[in-house]
């Protein structure tokens, strides 16, 4: 984490001297909003668009949730369909299906993940509606579920979702670049749900504005280490290896990482790399033999090079079933 991101979930510190940028971009964000969804928010597609993103930069978990909400609507008999941008792939003129053997470099590292967990159909392109139309030509699908896109307000949408980390709310309550929110607070009195990704924490300044939301509570539960090669399962309340372990983590929220880490019991020394880092080999190199740990997000990146001590956390999203009951209401 930068020295801007760490003044940014401080009461006061430094970054507040940002202020005047930070009134210039809520004024443009919002004429923004204003204009795109005059124009836009009124030509609903062939079927319902969910969207599930958040206001504020870094990691909130929304990549466990959807794959979770996949797995819900499938169970119902449904047949979800996924839209990203393809953050961190490269850039292409034209949409492109994500497959399970997609390459993380080329498609994204959160599409790909979504393609493996759920194998339903997976479009990436930088413009959603373009995403959505070529999902739906070529894809027989009931609902498209929106990975990010909050602010893509081309992209009509049917319901939507925001997803908040609780241990670190909404850090100052500012704009970029004086605090870490894509848009004010106050946005989050205008979503369907807000899915709070842990405990809130007391004095967090998290839901201001909120209330006419629904807020439904989720938790990341660790299920099983990997062995990134050999695909070996140890239980994640079983790991028998040595207590000590390197943390790999190029996500949001590094330090959320290893604190589950720890709570298993493990001794993690914590690594960290920007959100969508690009890993090398020398990026999982150290001076000893300790297993090395790191996300299901960043393994899909470093198959083809990981050390053979290896190993990844996977985790699985546990969630009140009413969110997928009121995606599975817009079909009705």
Not at 2 to 25: D, G, I, Q, T
Not at 153 to 161: A, F, G, Q, T
Not at 226 to 246: D, E, F, K
Not at 299 to 327: R, Y
Request: net charge negative; aromatic share 8%.
């Amino acid at each position: 984490m930068s020295a801007l991101e760490r003044a940014w979930y401080k009461p006061r510190s430094w970054a507040l001297a940002l202020l005047p940028l930070s009134y210039l971009f809520r004024a443009v964000a919002a004429r923004r909003r204003a204009y795109l969804q005059h124009r836009f928010q009124a030509k609903p597609f062939a079927v319902p668009v969910v969207v599930v993103g958040n206001i504020a930069v870094g990691g909130t978990g929304k990549t466990p949730l959807i794959i979770r909400l996949v797995h819900s609507l499938q169970a119902e008999g449904l047949r979800p369909g996924i839209v990203s941008r393809g953050y961190g792939g490269q850039p292409s003129k034209q949409p492109r299906q994500v497959s399970a053997d997609s390459a993380a470099q080329e498609f994204g590292d959160e599409p790909v993940l979504i393609a493996r967990e759920t194998n339903c159909p997976v479009v990436v392109d930088s413009d959603r509606v373009a995403a959505v139309e070529f999902l739906l030509d070529e894809f027989a699908v009931d609902v498209v579920l929106s990975d990010d896109g909050l602010q893509h307000y081309r992209m009509h949408r049917d319901l939507e979702i925001a997803v908040l980390d609780a241990r670190r709310g909404l850090g100052n309550g500012q704009c970029l670049p004086a605090g870490p929110l894509r848009e004010p607070p106050a946005r989050l009195a205008d979503v369907d749900f807000i899915v709070c990704n842990g405990v809130v924490e007391s004095g967090s300044t998290f839901l201001p504005g909120a209330a006419s939301a629904n807020i439904i509570n989720m938790s990341l539960q660790p299920t099983f280490f990997r062995h990134l090669r050999s695909g070996q399962r140890v239980p994640a309340n079983n790991w028998t290896g040595p207590r000590s372990v390197h943390a790999v983590a190029g996500i949001g929220n590094p330090e959320r990482f290893s604190t589950t880490l720890s709570v298993l019991g493990l001794e993690p020394q914590l690594h960290s790399f920007a959100d969508h880092h690009s890993f090398t080999p020398t990026d999982l190199e150290f001076a000893d033999d300790l297993p090395l740990v790191m996300t299901s997000k960043d393994a899909v990146k470093c198959e083809a090079f990981a050390p053979d001590n290896a190993w990844v956390l996977e985790v699985a999203a546990d969630l009140d079933p009413s969110l997928a009951q009121a995606i599975k209401g817009l079909l009705v």
